[in-house]
């Protein structure tokens, strides 16, 4: 669609920061699916108002409306596939309150993830969820994908701690929900139902996060072992010992290789696999959980078992960490992310299941992630520019949800459905559950204007 000048200027006198530039709106039609569709306009808006304010002349002339964090998602769910309005909250970033009692802070949606940690850590409070993509991706962001991170594994996600929301409707209605206290039970829990939702139901202006108080210390670890399979079933045995590490992270053969290769950082590029794992709380006890990890692992057959001995070594265990991604184009110059989530006690199986679809399809299938928690990032290496071996690559995929539903997994542990995941949602959900949600949003989005496109087909 195109939106006629007359509109224009109205949207305009609603929210003044509006841009039409063909340059900038090509930054604004893809996210990194680098899926793209050139949205008419973006908006910046700064407050609640002039959200509502642009949601009533969008819903007036029947315009779609794409909510958009940073645009660091791999699923498409900030594409603006119908063109529209694009909403980035880039000038709405502050923090509103820090209540220390209470233990929460209220932002606005725009403030990136690691900028509040910082803030944050000041006043010795941590808000726990940390994505890869920390240091870019904002909070309102992560609240419609219900991102995740490798702290989930002892700390849950995103949805754990969002209190309340304050949500604008295609209506225009301005609605406050959740509470400020540690647990209510009143009425439906919209805050759930919208967290997650991908900017689908409501446009989100505020948030409300649950904060805990910051860990004294933190002891990070680097395990490398010779057998893949022995790495993976490290990841239960540490489980079962009733240790709960912070973090717990997978790294396979392939991704150590990438990494080395970019970074020179003298990892053992002849390894089957390495765990990064993490505890927290008082030094003492932190460090014992660490050693107990590391009794598990050396039991099992470990090569080495490195416990950082200060911060910079701390950081340089995560360098390697946080590099596989960028690391990931040595093999192939394009990939297709999936975030894949089975049972603990069922890495092993998926892992299996996926060596044996690479050999047979011919392409890298690289793993890495939340082992502790289930969630493996599948990532299937390919050139996008060769469509033989592009639809290769798309039927790899379809292959690995199903192994995934198979195993009785989730498609998405935390990216979210997106356009990439859409085709798939009704084998996981059944048919039933899909109507009921479509019905939810017709409920919420009666003219179907709110990110339009997405989750269901």
């Known amino acids: 669609m195109t939106i006629d000048l007359r509109v224009l200027g109205e949207l305009k006198r609603a929210c003044g920061d509006l841009t039409t530039a063909r340059e900038e709106l090509l930054l604004y039609s893809f996210d990194a699916t680098k899926i793209k569709h050139t949205p008419d306009c973006v908006l910046f808006p700064r407050s609640t108002k002039e959200v509502t304010g642009v949601v009533n002349i969008c819903a ?65 409070l941590f808000y726990p969820p940390d994505p890869a993509s920390l240091k870019s991706s904002t909070i309102g962001g992560n609240v419609m994908t219900g991102a995740g991170g490798p702290s989930a594994v002892k700390y849950g996600v995103t949805r754990d701690y969002v209190m309340g929301l304050t949500a604008v409707f295609m209506d225009g209605s301005v609605v406050e929900t959740g509470i400020k206290c540690v647990k209510g039970a009143v009425g439906y829990d919209l805050t759930r139902l919208l967290v997650g939702s991908e900017g689908t139901l409501a446009i989100i202006t505020k948030i409300r996060l649950k904060l805990v108080p910051m860990p004294k210390t933190v002891v990070t670890a680097m395990a490398v072992f010779d057998d893949r399979r022995v790495a993976v079933n490290a990841v239960t045995e540490i489980l079962r010992a009733r240790l709960v590490p912070r973090t717990l992270e997978y790294i396979d053969r392939t991704a150590i290789r990438c990494v080395e290769e970019y970074l020179r950082a003298g990892l053992p590029v002849d390894a089957g696999g390495m765990l990064l794992a993490e505890t927290d709380g008082d030094p003492g006890p932190a460090m014992r959980e660490m050693e107990g990890i590391k009794a598990i692992c050396e039991k099992l057959g470990a090569r080495s078992f490195t416990i950082a001995r200060d911060t910079a070594e701390a950081q340089a265990f995560w360098k390697v960490r946080r590099s596989i991604s960028v690391s990931l184009n040595r093999l192939r110059p394009s990939k297709i992310n999936e975030d894949v989530t089975v049972p603990r006690n ?40 060769n469509p033989k071996e592009y639809e290769v690559a798309l039927k790899a995929v379809d292959e690995i949800l199903h192994i995934t539903l198979e195993l009785d997994g989730t498609l998405s542990g935390e990216h979210g459905v997106g356009l990439a995941k859409m085709p798939y949602i009704e084998k996981e959900l059944g048919t039933a559950c899909v109507e009921i949600s479509k019905r939810l949003k017709k409920a919420f989005d009666p003219a179907g204007l709110l990110n339009p496109g997405k989750i269901f087909p």
């Open 60 to 124: 007036r002339h029947g315009i779609p409306v794409t909510p958009r964090g940073a645009g660091t998602g791999y699923t498409g769910a900030a594409v603006p596939v119908q063109g529209g309005v694009v909403m980035d909250f880039v000038k709405m970033n502050r923090i509103l309150r820090i209540d220390h009692n209470a233990m929460y802070v209220e932002v606005e949606p725009g403030i990136v993830n690691a900028e509040l940690g910082k803030e944050l850590a000041k006043h010795g």
């Open 346 to 385: 069922r890495i092993g199986e998926l892992m299996d299941r996926l060596d044996e679809l690479s050999r047979r399809t011919g392409l890298p299938i690289v793993n890495f992630g939340h082992a502790g928690d289930g969630n493996i990032h599948v990532n299937v290496m390919t050139d996008a520019s």
